[in-house]
C-alpha cells in the first residue's frame, strides 16, 4: 500500500520564488527521502532526513519533518527553471523498503 | 561512468511474448530493486535482492521473475506479456545509508 502522499499534485511558479511541497504519510519510519525526476529519467536522491532529525539543509534545499503529525516538507528556495521536475517522497522502514509517494510536478517558469 | 545502467532502454513487443530486462550497477552495493512506474507516474516496488538472495517480492504476477547472478546485477523476465504491462521499469540500487541509486529505465510498451 502506498505510504506517501505528495500535495500539491502539480505546482507552478515564477523562477526566483520558493517552492513548497508537503508530503504525508501513515506508519512509523526510519527516514524519510525527497527525490527528483526529470522528465523521462530516473530518480535523483535529494535529501534524507532520519526519525529523529526535524529540519535539513542542503544547498537551496530544505526538509522538515514532524513525526507527530507524520508529515515533511521540501523547501526549495530561489527556484530556477532547471527546477522543473517531478518531486517524491520516500519512507523508509528496517527492511531497505522504500514507498514512494505520488509525487509533485514543479514547473518553474523563467 | 554509469553508476547504475539498464538495457535496453526502450522495448516494444507484442503481447504474449517473452522479454528480459538487465540491470547492472558498479557501486559496489550489496542491494538491489525493480520498480514498476505506471502512467500517472506511481513507482511501486516489485522487488528486492540483498547479495543474491530475494528479500523482497511484492504482490506481483509471477509471470515476473527476476534473476540475480551476482550481488552487481539483478535482471527482469518477463513472460506471456500482458497490455497491462506497459509501464517503465526502474532498477535501483542501495548501500548502507538507505540512499537509493536509478537506472535511467526501461519503457516497456506491449501492443
Known amino acids: 500500500s502506498q505510504q506517501g502522499e505528495e500535495d500539491p499534485q502539480a505546482l507552478s511558479i515564477q523562477e526566483g520564488e520558493n517552492a513548497t511541497m508537503n508530503c504525508s504519510y501513515k506508519?512509523?519510519?526510519?527516514?524519510l527521502q525527497w527525490y527528483r525526476q526529470n522528465s523521462g529519467r530516473g530518480l535523483v536522491h535529494l535529501i534524507l532526513?532520519?526519525?529523529?532529525?526535524r529540519e535539513k539543509h542542503s544547498g537551496r534545499l530544505r526538509v522538515t519533518l514532524d513525526t507527530s503529525k507524520k508529515s515533511s516538507s521540501l523547501l526549495i528556495t530561489a527556484s530556477r527553471a532547471a527546477d522543473t521536475a517531478s518531486y517524491f517522497c520516500?519512507?523508509?522502514?528496517?527492511?531497505?523498503?522504500?514507498?514512494f509517494g505520488k509525487g509533485t510536478l514543479l514547473t518553474v517558469n523563467p | 561512468d554509469t553508476a547504475v545502467s539498464q538495457t535496453p532502454k526502450y522495448l516494444v513487443t507484442q503481447m504474449g511474448n517473452d522479454k528480459s530486462i538487465k540491470c547492472e550497477q558498479n557501486?559496489?552495493?550489496?542491494?538491489m530493486y525493480w520498480y514498476k512506474q505506471d502512467s500517472k507516474k506511481f513507482l511501486k516496488i516489485m522487488f528486492s535482492?540483498?547479495?543474491?538472495?530475494?528479500?523482497i517480492n511484492e504482490t506481483v504476477p509471477n509471470r515476473f521473475s527476476p534473476k540475480s547472478p551476482d550481488k552487481a546485477h539483478l535482471n527482469l523476465h518477463i513472460n506471456s506479456l500482458e497490455l497491462g504491462d506497459s509501464a517503465v521499469y526502474f532498477c535501483?540500487?542501495?548501500?548502507?545509508?538507505?540512499?537509493?541509486?536509478f537506472g535511467p529505465g526501461t519503457r516497456l510498451t506491449v501492443l
Open positions: 535501483a540500487s542501495t548501500g548502507q545509508v538507505d540512499t537509493q541509486y
Open positions: 506508519t512509523s519510519i526510519n527516514n
Open positions: 532526513i532520519r526519525s529523529n532529525e
Open positions: 520516500a519512507t523508509g522502514g528496517s527492511n531497505y523498503k522504500l514507498t
Open positions: 557501486l559496489g552495493h550489496d542491494t
Open positions: 535482492y540483498n547479495n543474491k538472495e530475494l528479500i
